[in-house]
């Protein structure tokens, strides 16, 4: 087994202890915590060579592995996404309902993390992330088989309730090896790597509806999981011990998770994440109907669109990553990445209701760039600051984490869809929404206090 940068067992905190944090969101240094108990500063301090060079210490591979199993959402929702209007004629089916077929897997997504996370806390991360990824290649070679769209609706929510193994054990491991600013940093070089998905993954969608139809896409998924699948179960070790899991059943792991949503400051970030989740998968649901339908773009202009986008969003990742983390406090990153995300939805509204009078293109594909690169500040933010307040339920806590922002994202999705697919509006109006939730939750939830004690001054238990 390689070594993978734990904390030695007499340097760890006592179990269930939550370190103290800044009101900045960042945790203490040694010398501000020298005041603390022994514990409290333990736990806060990064685990041992935990740094810039942290990725290295799990090999090259291992980390593209990881990389690649936060990547399965795009690969399976992006390189799908400019075959919807084909679907739409293929399967006789109006827009409302072939969205159907994205709530399913983001569903399926949320509804599967909240089982494989606990599972992995109990079992070990390995042997519930291979049964998932098996379970995600079958599923997915049924949707290339399916002769109506209600089928495809099911086995779409077997794909996202299988594939999300790959999602919340991800997360997870990285927790397993990583603390603090170091975790922080992983989470970017992670989005870096799963950032290439949604670049690719329309491009390619597109070029495969140029050879054959949409059920192609879904052979290509098969391809990769299967890859994916093969790539786990030779390169990617066990990362948690056998002493640190769980042998509590379902009782235990549910105990865990309402001490979790016990901790207000947990539950802000992990609802501040959601809704701002919700804002990025309205314009997933979307885009191919506004860009395509209503502006008139070809499949290949929507996925080279869709790729500058995520291009954006990448760059944003690295910026915070690399630039950002240990320089700026992580809750003033992720302030200003909620403040862009409501500003760009603030323009859509405006561009789209005809506020600013007639708009082409260009500007709408800007407005939704500023959005989606806002995304890179936000999301592993939240993820990293929700994460640093938990030490030996990690998997219970990644599942809290994924199950949100999948579940607001599932509602978000179909309500983009309810005035046709001819009008952007609805599209703005979700992400504006979503936005100005996460903030107030925030603000709200996470600000006020510090974010290592719950609403009762107790630090929670996790």
């Known amino acids: 087994m390689p070594e993978r940068g734990r904390t030695t067992r007499d340097q760890e905190s006592p179990r269930g202890h939550i370190p103290e944090a800044s009101a900045a969101g960042t945790v203490p ?12 500063a333990s736990a806060a301090a990064p685990r041992p060579h935990a740094g810039p060079g942290a990725p290295g210490r799990t090999g090259l591979l291992v ?28 399967l006789h089916a109006p827009a409302a309902t072939v969205q159907l077929t994205l709530t399913a897997c983001l569903a399926g997504m949320a509804l599967g993390q909240l089982v494989v996370g606990p599972m992995s ?27 109506g769209i209600g089928l495809l609706v099911a086995f779409r929510l077997v794909q996202g309730l299988a594939g999300a193994a790959g999602i919340v054990i991800a997360r997870a491991v990285v927790r397993d090896l990583y603390d603090g600013v170091a975790m922080a940093r992983f989470f970017s070089t992670l989005m870096l790597i799963s ?30 999981g299967v890859a994916l699948t093969a790539l786990v179960w030779t390169k990617l070790p066990e990362t948690l011990e056998p002493a640190d899991r769980h042998d509590g ?33 309205a314009y997933i ?22 790729g500058v986008n995520s291009v954006g969003l990448v760059i944003a990742g690295q910026v915070n990553g ?72 990690a998997g219970s806590a990644s599942a809290l984490l994924g199950t949100s922002s999948f579940l607001i994202g599932a509602v978000a999705s179909p309500l983009v869809g309810v005035a046709g697919e001819h009008t952007a509006v609805p599209m703005a109006i979700v992400q504006l929404a979503a936005a100005l939730v996460a903030v107030a939750c925030f603000v709200g939830l996470c600000r006020p206090r510090r974010a290592g004690r719950t609403s009762n001054g107790k630090a929670a238990e996790s």
């Not at 998905?197 to 052979?219: K, N």
């Not at 500007?363 to 999301?379: E, K, R």
């Open 195 to 224: 950032g290439v998905a949604p670049v690719v993954a329309p491009l390619i969608g597109g070029q495969i509806l140029r050879l054959t139809d949409w059920r192609g896409v879904f052979v290509v998924l098969t391809a990769v």
């Open 29 to 40: 240094t040694v010398a501000e915590a020298s005041s603390a108990d022994t514990g409290a």
């Open 121 to 147: 806390d109990r079992w070990g991360r390995r042997r519930p992330l291979l049964a998932g990824l098996g379970v995600y290649v079958l599923a997915t070679a049924l949707c290339a088989l399916a002769p």
């Open 63 to 90: 980390t593209l592995v990881l990389g690649g199993l936060t990547a399965t959402p795009p690969l399976a929702m992006d390189m799908y996404l400019p075959s919807l209007p084909e679907v739409t004629g293929s």
């Open 322 to 393: 690399k630039l950002l983390v240990g320089r700026v406090a992580l809750e003033k990153v992720l302030a200003t990445g909620l403040a862009l995300v409501v500003l760009a939805a603030t323009a859509l509204l405006l561009m789209s209701t005809g506020a600013l009078g007639p708009v082409g293109l260009a500007p709408v594909a800007a407005a939704l760039f500023v959005l989606m690169s806002a995304m890179g500040l936000a999301l592993p933010n939240t993820q990293t600051l929700a994460l640093m307040r938990v030490r030996h339920t």
């Open 249 to 281: 059943g379902v009782g235990e792991a549910l105990r865990a998770m309402r001490r979790l949503l016990a901790d207000r400051v947990f539950a802000g970030y992990m609802l501040a994440g959601g809704f701002t989740f919700a804002a990025l998968f």
């Open 285 to 306: 649901s979307a885009s191919p109907f506004v860009i395509q339908d209503l502006y008139g773009a070809s499949p290949q202009t929507f996925s080279l669109l869709f």
